[in-house]
């Protein structure tokens, strides 16, 4: 699904980088991932840079709400699950056991709903209500996968089985056990229990960008002020990639993927 104009209900459709220095920001994917911008004013007079390769969608760049900073938020990126009616799927997320943060509400060209599911890992609902031209995914630049990192895989992992009708598959992964998560028949996210060094924080999940050079794009990084958390990880079949935080602290990774297994 490398582009799509219409988002299809229950696939991830939108990623938002929130932080406290937009023009910065801006500077930085646009370097690291050749992004180009267009800058929409938002109601509370903030400007909204929707990021853009060769003129198709990637994200969304913002500065970091003040409510949102009151929380105790910090600079990250936001992953939106396309849904058809918002607010029955956020009445639907706090009768599963979540939490609705944010909305829904009116936003452009559709209806948003920031959602906390009940081990804390937080995403957002999009309803689409205008049309918003091409979106890229699955190419270098772009949107290449989303996971969730939770202290309650079971849990979890039932929440969003009912929340979306998402089919989960666990398969073992070296010393642990990952789920993918398919919509109908294709993969749109995966889980896997919360790793030892990251004990103590919330739930999260976790955006993937796909790259053409995964040790190239880590360097890039580092060089533009981001920190890589580790060297690159090779897993077969899947890639290879690296987790990093850019230089106000947003977490992300970069993947180039593993070309498909001969037929």
């Known amino acids: 699904m490398p582009e ?3 988002p299809v209900p229950g696939n991830f459709c939108w990623i938002e980088n929130a932080t406290n220095d937009p023009a910065a920001m801006k500077t930085f994917y646009g370097e690291l991932f050749g992004w180009s911008y267009m800058e929409m004013n938002m109601p509370d007079g903030s400007a909204y840079a929707m990021a853009n390769i060769g003129g198709k969608t990637t994200a969304g760049l913002m500065r970091l709400p003040e409510e949102a900073k009151k929380m105790g938020a910090p600079p ?3 992953s939106y699950v396309a849904v058809t009616d918002a607010a029955a799927s956020a009445k639907k997320a706090t009768e599963l056991g979540g ?6 509400m009116e936003t452009g060209p559709g209806v948003m709903a920031v959602v906390q599911d009940p081990t804390g890992g937080v995403f957002s609902l999009w309803q689409q209500k205008q049309q918003m031209g091409t979106f890229l995914m699955g190419e270098p630049g772009s949107l290449g996968w989303v996971e969730l990192a939770t202290t309650d895989v079971d849990r979890a992992g039932k929440f969003y089985t009912n929340l979306f009708g998402w089919k989960p598959k666990a398969e073992q992964m070296g010393d642990m056990v990952y789920t993918v998560f398919n919509n109908g ?3 749109v996210a995966g889980m896997m229990p919360q790793p030892k060094e990251m004990a103590g924080a919330p739930s999260a999940w976790t955006v993937y960008f796909a790259v053409s050079d995964c040790d190239a794009a880590v360097a890039k990084a580092k060089s533009l002020g981001g920190t890589p958390m580790g060297p690159p990880i090779d897993l077969p079949i899947v890639g290879r990639f690296a987790f990093l935080t850019d230089p106000q602290g947003a977490f992300f990774a970069v993947i180039k993927f593993a070309p498909p297994p001969a037929k």
């Open 4 to 6: 799509f104009a219409n």
């Open 76 to 78: 990250s990126f936001q």
């Open 99 to 104: 939490k609705v943060l944010m909305g829904p």
């Open 185 to 187: 028949e294709v993969p």
